[in-house]
């Protein structure tokens, strides 16, 4: 299958992404904290909700099984006009499982629509929309994330550890407008492709309290991997800073970079999708 972009910049951003987050890490891990009472480090419970308001790229390819390598690498925002910037909601929880182990789930997801002439033939499946017609499209997208993390070092104001999860994408792409199928042309075609893409992760997490009610924290995760019809790979980091005006009770700003693409390679249908997510989000926290 083609790359959409060149494969060394792809590598070099990578890179860059994962020795920012791990000078992020190594600067908390030497970080001299002030004394602290219990505060969010401390917390056996916690849960979190908010807004992340990313920057999105994003690109899919599908073609039917018996042409898997056809299809039109479409670039979703310019081909399709679906929004560039749009707010995310997202929740988060975790606990504490006994002496250095936690567990961590988190959910957001995207949904957008678009309608565009388009401007060029763009092949969908076993469908050609030409350049000059109206297409409507939706993408919808729901991320899980769960994480079963091992802090090596954890003490009352610092927590830097080693985590392996679960990163899951439930995806569906539909695309509708006047068409040709083979020599026939087609008035409000329609196409639907779903995929739920599971992907394991491995990664470096690291937290550290800087004042009584201020915590810094960062992670990131990272990996390549093919599992049965999916191929992927996958870079996610974040780091925030969360301010417990409270006992139990919080608020936070975070700035995440995630890095996605999945190859789909089934009976009845193959293809790729592709975004990247990179912008700030707030949250509020609550723990126990």
Request: proline share 4%; hydrophobic share 40%.
């Amino acid at each position: 299958m083609p790359e959409w972009t060149a494969a060394g910049r792809m590598e070099e951003e990578m890179a860059r992404q994962s020795i920012g987050l791990a000078s992020i890490c190594v600067l908390m891990m030497g970080a001299a904290a002030a004394p602290a009472k219990a505060q969010s480090l401390d917390d056996k419970y916690w849960a979190e909700v908010g807004a992340y308001w990313p920057s999105v790229s994003s690109h899919v390819r599908v073609a039917p099984a018996s042409n898997p390598d056809g299809g039109t690498n479409i670039d979703l925002e310019s081909d399709l006009d679906l929004d560039k910037h749009k707010a995310l909601p997202q929740v988060a929880a975790g606990i504490k499982l006994g002496g250095n182990w936690s567990v961590m789930g988190e959910y957001y997801s995207l949904s957008r629509n678009g309608s565009k002439t388009v401007a060029r033939d763009i092949v969908f499946d076993d469908v050609t929309y030409p350049a000059g017609v109206r297409v409507e499209s939706g993408f919808d997208s729901d991320v899980y994330r769960l994480t079963f993390g091992y802090a090596f070092v954890n003490t009352p104001d610092t927590r830097v550890g080693a985590a392996l999860g679960v990163h899951a994408t439930d995806f569906t792409l539909t695309l509708k407008g006047d068409a040709r199928l083979g020599e026939t042309q087609v008035s409000g075609t329609q196409r639907r492709r779903k995929a739920l893409a599971p992907l394991p992760t491995v990664g470096l997490f690291a937290s550290q309290r800087i004042a009584t009610d201020l915590t810094l924290s960062a992670r990131a995760d990272y990996l390549s991997l093919k599992i049965s019809d999916y191929k992927g790979r996958l870079l996610n980091t974040e780091a925030a800073m969360t301010w417990r005006f409270a006992k139990n009770v919080g608020i936070g700003a975070m700035w995440r970079y995630v890095n996605y693409r999945v190859d789909v390679d089934k009976d009845n249908w193959a293809g790729r999708m592709k975004y990247r997510f990179s912008g700030p989000a707030v949250f509020m926290q609550v723990g126990f």
